[in-house]
């Protein structure tokens, strides 16, 4: 009985350091990067990216998918919500698929409905700037009363109520998987956004048929 224990005792230990010495899966790598973007911890995206990242970055495309310039916004209360908020998503990762130097993990994102928001602010900030500036509103009064909308927006916003599936991509580099460079328009990011890109890119569309582009 002993002998089969010392035997039982080698096998659990044999498989606990083959387990401990494996590399990092897909998945692995995938838990890593999403605990980093949401801790903001950009030297930790950095370990397991295939791209330049920063903070900045992230809160840049924010800032150009709404039209406006980072200069001067981390003075706002505004955009100190924002980026609460940004940063606020919650995430379940699934599934995972290898196919040689390639992978991608499935991973649910749960988040504010920002893709709405936006559509609700940039519909206000149509038509309550725009009246505005014609009847000689000075720049700094069409920034105050932007910055006024975006916080009452904002403010709606209470519940995550957008949730979405998306394979994020992965690649080996040199032995190591990593998540692979994700484009500012691609279905991960508007996941993440809540929605965001895809609001954007269709008042890009009515934008550019009412400008006959």
Same mark, same amino acid.
């Given at each position: 009985?002993?002998?089969?224990?010392?035997?039982?005792?080698?096998?659990?230990?044999?498989?606990?350091?083959?387990?401990?010495?494996?590399?990092?899966?897909?998945?692995?790598?995938?838990?890593?990067?999403?605990?980093?973007?949401?801790?903001?911890?950009?030297?930790?995206?950095?370990?397991?990216?295939?791209?330049?990242?920063?903070?900045?970055?992230?809160?840049?495309?924010?800032?150009?998918?709404?039209?406006?310039?980072?200069?001067?916004?981390?003075?706002?209360?505004?955009?100190?919500?924002?980026?609460?908020?940004?940063?606020?998503?919650?995430?379940?990762?699934?599934?995972?698929?290898?196919?040689?130097?390639?992978? &991608?993990? *499935?991973?649910? $994102?749960?988040?504010?409905?920002? #893709?709405? !928001?936006?559509?609700?602010?940039? =519909?206000?900030?149509?038509?309550?700037?725009?009246?505005?500036?014609?009847?000689?509103?000075?720049?700094?009064?069409?920034?105050?009363?932007?910055?006024?909308?975006?916080?009452?927006?904002?403010?709606?916003?209470?519940?995550?109520?957008?949730?979405?599936?998306?394979?994020?991509?992965?690649?080996?580099?040199?032995?190591?998987?990593?998540?692979?460079?994700? &484009?500012? *328009?691609?279905? $991960?990011?508007?996941?993440?956004? #809540?929605? !965001?890109?895809?609001?954007?890119? =269709?008042?890009?569309?009515?934008?550019?048929?009412?400008?006959?582009?």
């Amino acid at each position: 009985m002993r002998k089969i224990f010392s035997v039982l005792l080698i096998i659990v230990l044999a498989v606990s350091l083959s387990a401990c010495g494996s590399d990092p899966t897909p998945k692995d790598t995938a838990e890593k990067y999403l605990a980093a973007i949401k801790a903001q911890d950009a030297e930790g995206v950095r370990a397991v990216y295939d791209g330049s990242y920063s903070e900045d970055e992230l809160m840049g495309t924010v800032d150009s998918l709404l039209g406006e310039s980072e200069e001067g916004k981390e003075d706002d209360e505004a955009a100190k919500q924002f980026k609460v908020k940004i940063f606020g998503f919650d995430y379940t990762v699934g599934e995972e698929r290898i196919d040689g130097e390639d992978a &991608e993990v *499935d991973v649910t $994102f749960k988040t504010y409905e920002f #893709g709405a !928001m936006i559509g609700q602010y940039l =519909e206000r900030t149509v038509n309550e700037l725009l009246p505005a500036a014609f009847n000689g509103a000075s720049a700094e009064e069409i920034y105050e009363m932007g910055i006024k909308i975006l916080e009452e927006e904002l403010a709606n916003l209470t519940e995550k109520s957008y949730e979405k599936t998306v394979p994020m991509k992965l690649k080996k580099v040199k032995g190591e998987w990593k998540v692979a460079e994700i &484009e500012d *328009d691609s279905e $991960f990011l508007n996941a993440m956004l #809540g929605g !965001m890109v895809d609001t954007v890119k =269709e008042f890009e569309t009515i934008e550019d048929s009412q400008n006959g582009d």
